[in-house]
């Protein structure tokens, strides 16, 4: 007991004390008949002693509380001491060293083929096919991405094929402009459908479905150009967007050939929505225009798309438990002289994760040969993912197509029904692993 409480409480007792003489002499000359003079004293004592308790307990608490408030200061004046400010700072344009280096990685795509068929036409690796009957490097791609500054970042995506090396995509961002834009320059995928911007490595399935590649062929669309992203006000969801793009390019099955390639337009609306803390719905609507190369053209090409997605992930569990779905229907118009194609073409892909490390998808497909719609194909694909770790994942699949194609551009016919396997082994070092982007 300090100090202070011992003076508060000498003070206590010696009010006590007078107090009970005052009552003494007030019970010597005031008479209660019938009561107990002792008695009445004894209770008043014990109320007045209580009464002073009180007031010492007060006293401690007040006492305790102003040392936690001293010791809090001195604390705090402590640490602010030993705080270092390790913010990243920019001066003139000059940064250290080391935040000059961007997140480098490095990815490989390995696969076995096996198919039932033999026709070069579809074995053989080309603008329709990865290949099959054979093991085969899909890709090695390394990528880098940093920021240049606070305004803006830049990526790189270089990849070594069959074909040799090339550039997937190399692009500049500005973020945070007005309009809450974000606007990209450089070689990069476009925003279509869901897929489009996914690179071979981040695909649900080994390969795209054939709606896409008798479409926009196997490497989808993409080039040099203009692209610019707006956050719209959410009217009916809770997020939406418009991505719009002007790209140099080509595509022979919609658009112009490699050897003539020419711009091609992309737009694409989306929006987000919110089911419960667990899962959400996305709806697109997409749309790309350019020439085509049919004879005496100049000709116009469009392709539009409507697709819907929902994926369940449920809070807390969602590294055990995930399903993910998307649809996407697809209307190509194709003019030539004298008329226009119009074709039709549909899939739909679900996952299904058993638990942290397997992975269980389907996807069923239908779509016509745009500059021939009276040419069709069915694709039915079930496949198993083993991840290893979220840098490793071993892929087995089973496909199986039924083709009435008889004749394509480039290519000899006839194109024959085919069942096929592919064991898939891609791993990646570095922070951009095979996540879809």
Not at 87 to 96: C, E, I, L, P, T
Not at 109 to 121: E, I, P, R, V, W
Not at 158 to 181: F, Q, T
């Amino acid at each position: 007991m300090d100090g202070k409480v011992l003076i508060v409480y000498a003070i206590s007792v010696t009010a006590v004390f007078a107090a009970c003489c005052n009552y003494s002499q007030a019970q010597d000359t005031v008479q209660y008949p019938g009561q107990d003079s002792l008695y009445r004293r004894i209770l008043y004592m014990e109320r007045t002693i209580d009464e002073l308790n009180k007031l010492i307990l007060e006293q401690k608490q007040e006492d305790e509380m102003q040392k936690l408030l001293m010791e809090a200061d001195r604390l705090s004046v402590k640490e602010s001491e030993k705080k270092v400010d390790v913010s990243k700072k920019y001066f003139s344009g000059v940064r250290q060293q080391q935040g000059l280096n961007p997140n480098i990685s490095f990815g490989m795509d390995f696969f076995y083929g096996l198919s039932s068929t033999q026709d070069a036409s579809i074995v053989d690796p080309g603008n329709l096919s990865y290949g099959s009957n054979g093991i085969y490097l899909r890709e090695a791609e390394l990528s880098l991405v940093a920021p240049l500054d606070p305004f803006a970042r830049g990526k790189a995506f270089l990849s070594a094929g069959p074909e040799g090396v090339r550039v997937d995509e190399v692009y500049i961002e500005w973020l945070n402009l007005p309009l809450n834009a974000t606007l990209k320059t450089g070689i990069f995928k476009s925003e279509f459908g869901f897929l489009n911007r996914y690179h071979d490595h981040a695909l649900p399935q080994f390969d795209r479905p054939r709606a896409l590649v008798n479409l926009f062929e196997i490497e989808g669309l993409g080039g040099p150009g203009l692209a610019a992203n707006f956050m719209l006000p959410a009217l009916v969801s809770n997020a939406a967007s418009l991505d719009v793009s002007m790209l140099y390019g080509s595509c022979s099955q919609s658009f112009r050939p490699d050897s003539a390639p020419g711009l091609m337009f992309t737009a694409q609306y989306l929006n987000y929505f919110d089911l419960s803390a667990s899962t959400y719905l996305e709806a697109r609507i997409s749309g790309a225009a350019g020439r085509n190369d049919h004879p005496g053209g100049p000709y116009n090409s469009y392709v539009g798309s409507a697709g819907i997605a929902c994926k369940w992930a449920p809070v807390g569990r969602e590294k055990y438990r995930t399903v993910d779905w998307k649809s996407e229907f697809l209307y190509s118009f194709q003019e030539y002289q004298g008329g226009n194609y119009q074709s039709i073409g549909f899939y739909s892909s679900l996952q299904v994760k058993l638990n942290m490390r397997f992975w269980l998808s389907g996807r069923v497909g239908y779509s016509e040969i745009p500059y021939d719609p009276s040419q069709h194909e069915w694709d039915y694909t079930l496949a198993l993912d083993f991840w290893q770790s979220e840098f490793v994942c071993t892929r087995i699949q089973y496909q199986y197509n039924q083709r009435d194609i008889w004749a394509r551009k480039d290519l000899p016919g006839p194109f024959q029904s085919d069942n096929s396997l592919i064991i898939q082994v891609i791993w990646a070092m570095g922070p951009h692993k095979h996540e879809a982007y």
